[in-house]
């Protein structure tokens, strides 16, 4: 029998795998690795409890918690503000007073992941009805056509970002409890 989970954070899946090395349409490629880099995320924050998730380990500050919530944000920045022009409230709300990252009082680990789970998903609906080559609607973060980025500069963009912050990720979650990712 299992012992019960002490964590706020849904138990990802067992095999996280690569996209095929075989793969070789690049829209698919770059939307499969992103979701292998978001699956790392949520995997390296498994069994933590709230106040792991609460505390840092960085002289930076920033609280694994935190990071969770920024790439909510990202997610929603980049594809939804950025990519499609939406009009978003707080598109910097990860960001709080006097610091980097920050989830707002009484935003429980729950909810921080409910809502990256969302973002996760409304980006995958984004990514799927678009081209690479597309570009970057006016509206939301731009407002001149010619600062347009394509959706093939946004998605490697933020596999860059995934990968640098599962990287951090990796060390607090080895500082924390001893357990080093792969």
Known sequence: ??????????????????????LDDPHRLLAEYLDFYRETILAKLDGLTESQ?????VPSGWTPLELLWHLA?????????????EDVSAPW??????????VP???????VVAR???QCERSREI???????DRAQTGGAYSDTSETPTLAWILFHLLQEYARHAGQLDIVRELIDGRAGK
């Open 116 to 118: 990256y789970r969302n």
């Open 93 to 102: 709300g990860d960001h709080g007073t006097g610091k980097g990252w920050s």
């Open 127 to 133: 990514i799927a009805k678009a081209s690479l080559a």
């Open 1 to 22: 029998m299992t012992p019960p989970r002490n964590s706020p954070i849904p138990t990802p899946p067992a095999v996280r795998e690569e996209p095929s090395s075989q």
């Open 105 to 111: 009082q009484g935003v429980t680990a729950e909810e």
């Open 53 to 57: 998730l609460r505390a840092s380990r």
């Open 73 to 85: 944000h990202v997610e929603r920045r980049w594809l939804r503000w950025g990519f499609e022009g």
